[in-house]
């Protein structure tokens, strides 16, 4: 199995993050391409097919806020259509995509983007604290993704008020303090999971088993998974 991953972006330590996510993958038996620019990843799909594309990357156009300012001439992205294009072909095939934390705020200048995954992070509506905090995942059964999976902690980021649309099948609810909303769901082939703030997030065992299984099912792979 091919899969091309998306990593890169201001606030975050992608690099970390990104390698380990490829970890990840890469005991689930996937081939895994990480590129760092929304042209790679179009590029990439365009050079072969992949079975999934993993977006774990914060590129937008760093829009409402002034503290963006120093950064967006190296950082901010305005989605191109060469990477519609690829994005929407590579879904219309019925190939996996997964989005992980960052990946649901991505690309916000195309509605596409949120309809391909059934929703995400809404500028003047979403949030979150603003220091990680502990965050339990409690798994939803009822979806191969979440069959036999216990509850896991991580300390992140827990988005609050995001879009979901009617129709999404919610595969974790997120308890903090103060707050409780969903922080997983799956959108035809698409699953987003909205932790994964940093390398100790990815790497937590539970989540790690998490981000494993989701993988093989966007994939369209069944069978045993280890994180």
């Known amino acids: 199995m091919r899969a091309v991953i998306l990593s890169g972006g201001i606030f ?11 970890g990840i993958l890469a005991v689930q038996g996937f081939m895994c391409e990480v590129v760092t620019h929304p042209d790679e990843l179009a590029a990439a799909l365009g050079a072969a097919p992949a079975d999934l594309v993993v977006v774990h990357a914060l590129r937008w ?51 596409g983007w ?20 502990p965050v339990t995942a409690m798994p939803v059964p009822g979806h191969p993704v979440t069959r036999g999976l216990m509850p896991f902690t991580v300390t992140d980021e827990h988005y609050r008020a995001l879009r979901l ?12 303090a103060g707050a409780d909303f969903p922080l997983a769901w799956v959108h035809g082939r698409a699953v987003t999971l909205t932790t994964g703030h940093d390398f100790a997030s990815v790497i937590e065992p539970g989540q790690a088993l998490f981000i494993a299984r989701a993988a093989r099912w966007a994939a369209g792979t069944t069978g045993d998974t280890t994180a």
């Open 12 to 22: 975050h330590d992608f690099e970390r993050s990104g390698a380990a996510l490829a």
């Open 61 to 111: 156009r760093m829009q409402g806020h002034a503290k963006y300012d120093p950064f967006r001439d190296d950082w901010a992205y305005r989605t191109q259509p060469d990477l519609i294009a690829a994005l929407e072909a590579h879904v219309a095939r019925g190939a996996g995509l997964m989005a992980l934390h960052t990946g649901c705020i991505c690309f916000d200048d195309w509605p």
């Open 165 to 176: 649309d009617p129709g999404v099948t919610v595969l974790a609810q997120g308890h903090s």
């Open 114 to 133: 949120l309809d391909m995954l059934g929703g995400g992070w809404v500028w003047g509506q979403s949030f979150h604290a603003p220091d990680p905090e």
